[in-house]
């Protein structure tokens, strides 16, 4: 189901110049941040959390899952370069269970692991918040990549409807709105923090194990549709 091939120029892709620049800028964002609200502040677990959820698992994860997930097939299928890698014999299940192994892979390197730091930098994972948010974080990675990965396979603004959905959706309405928390990524990782925290600070909307289900069926369904999407094109193109 993995292929080296597939999976290098997608990392080739995904890492080029401009990309790479975004995905490196936000977690040096996160990174500054915190340092300075820990010299400012100095240890405070209630700040801590704040800024990691606030700012890290609102913010800065579901931007970095736009990022990696269109960016792993959205380009090429707008520029119709991915004409020449449906030409090769590889299956189409195959091309998209690549693509969403690296999407997975780089959106917890520059989300999961800059906040498990950020974390330490503010409060040196007192009451286990650092490594509560970095789980959250990693778990919304899988889901983000998958959904925006298909989202890359229905539209050509998929980065535009991207942003929308994480700015608007995940970091306002999500945080802010009862009704719309329980349709959050962030509330369900959320869940798996707070299993991890100690002493209460991290809460989420959402029970554990539904929050788990949800992942799981977001990740799954959108995965398998993103299949279909790209055997549809194959078809189309081939017709």
């Known amino acids: 189901m993995y292929n080296s091939t597939v999976a290098r120029l997608t990392y080739r892709a995904l890492l080029g ?3 790479a620049l975004i995905l490196f800028a936000l977690p040096a964002l996160l990174l500054l941040i915190a340092l300075l609200v820990r010299t400012l502040t100095g240890v405070d677990d209630q700040v801590t959390a704040n800024v990691l959820g606030g700012f890290a698992l609102a913010t800065m994860v579901p931007l970095i899952g736009v990022i990696a997930g269109t ?3 959205g380009p090429e299928i707008d520029d119709g370069s991915i004409v ?4 090769k014999p590889v299956k189409r299940p195959t091309i998209i269970f690549t693509k969403l192994v690296v999407a ?3 959106t ?3 989300s999961a692991v800059p906040t498990l730091l950020a974390g330490y930098l503010l409060g040196g994972n007192s009451q286990q918040i650092a490594t509560a948010y970095a789980v959250a974080a990693a778990a919304a990675s899988v889901a983000y990549a998958a959904l925006f990965l298909l989202l890359g396979t229905l539209t ?3 980065v535009v409807v991207g942003l929308v959905y994480a700015l608007v959706w995940e970091s306002l309405f999500g945080s802010l709105v009862p009704g719309a928390k329980a349709l959050s990524v962030q509330q369900w990782a959320l869940a798996l923090a707070q299993k991890v925290a100690e002493g209460g600070l991290v809460t989420s909307d959402v029970g554990l194990p539904t929050a788990v289900a949800l992942l799981a069926a977001v990740t799954i369904g959108a995965t398998v549709y993103a299949g279909q999407k790209l055997r549809a094109l ?4 081939e017709e």
């Not at 020449?84 to 030409?87: C, G, N, Q, R």
């Not at 194959?234 to 193109?237: D, I, S, Y």
């Open 108 to 110: 917890i390197a520059f």
């Open 17 to 19: 110049r401009r990309r």
């Open 234 to 237: 194959t078809l189309a193109g």
């Open 84 to 87: 020449y890698l449906l030409a």
């Open 71 to 73: 960016g792993a097939i």
């Open 156 to 158: 050509r603004h998929a």
């Open 104 to 106: 997975i892979g780089v």
